[in-house]
């Protein structure tokens, strides 16, 4: 679908061609010329009135402030009175017949350039009204134009924020459930790790337990060790004293072989002197 400056720039190229339309005045024309220009004329008019039409209905609401519409159908209605002028000269020029009639000839010659210049110019001042009412509406829809583009671009620029802002939302959503997720994770990890704590509590109070046990059992340990050295060394001790006692009866009882040997000796010496004696 055109837009409203498309429509404008159509209808401006369209007037200038009608205006481009009658390099030689009309009135100067010879009949089949004429009839053959007038035609082009009023087929290039009934196609602009065609367009203007068209840009009435496109700009109805949006550009009502913009387009002056009863003076848009006043051009309108002006151009189709013109094609209308156009077509009635056209039948009249095309169903003339020749008279010869010299007074009639000279009555046409004057009026005929007449009404032709007269369409001519009613044709281009019209032209030229509507150029220059085109030119101003399309200077005042240019402004509108650039402030619903800026508009546009400003609610386009909004969503855009607003897409974002969407965005950074669900990217915010995921990072909170995200950090739920870790923050479940971690409160799981230090109910484990309390947990192990309390098992390692516990084991540490048994060990300490078992350790106190040990110990009073290391200490009894010792105690009866330090019983045994004791009893040890009094053992050797006395097993000293009795080797002791032992060596003295020992001696005691060699020296009293040693008497006895001696006496025996000095027995068996004096029993041997006894014998010799007899």
């Known amino acids: 679908m055109k837009n409203i400056l498309e429509y404008i720039d159509q209808l401006l190229i369209k007037s200038r061609e009608i205006y481009r339309l009658m390099p030689t005045p009309l009135y100067k024309l010879e009949k089949k010329e ?14 602009l009135s065609k367009e203007i039409l068209e840009l009435n209905k496109y700009t109805v609401i949006q550009y009502s402030s913009e387009v002056n519409f009863s003076k848009m159908d006043l051009f309108y209605q002006n151009f189709l009175m013109i094609s209308n002028n156009i077509n009635s000269q056209m039948f009249l020029e095309i169903n003339k017949k020749e008279i010869n009639h010299d007074l009639i000839n000279i009555k046409e010659a004057i009026t005929r ?41 400003s609610i386009e620029e909004l969503l855009r924020i607003i ?32 947990n192990l704590e309390n098992e390692l509590i516990k084991k540490i109070k048994i060990n300490e337990k078992k350790s106190v046990l040990l110990n009073v059992h290391l200490l009894k340990v010792e105690k009866e060790i330090t019983e045994m050295y004791k009893v040890i060394k009094k053992l050797t001790l006395d097993i000293d004293e ?16 040693k008497e006895l040997k001696d006496e025996l000796l000095s027995t068996r010496y004096a029993l041997s002197k006894v014998y010799e004696g007899k």
């Open 34 to 47: 004429l009839i053959d220009k007038l035609n082009e004329i009023k087929t290039s008019l009934e196609s």
């Open 113 to 153: 350039p007449q009404i032709f210049y007269d369409i001519e110019e009613q044709l281009k001042n019209e032209i030229t009204l509507f150029l220059s009412f085109l030119e101003e509406v399309k200077t005042k829809v240019k402004y509108k134009y650039v402030d619903l583009s800026n508009q546009k671009k």
């Open 163 to 194: 897409q974002d802002k969407e965005e950074d939302n669900k990217l915010l959503r995921k990072k909170v459930q995200d950090y739920k997720w870790l923050e479940s994770k971690e409160r799981a990890k230090e109910s484990l790790i309390t």
């Open 242 to 257: 009795s080797e002791k006692a032992n060596l003295e009866k020992e001696k005691l009882a060699l020296e009293l072989i």
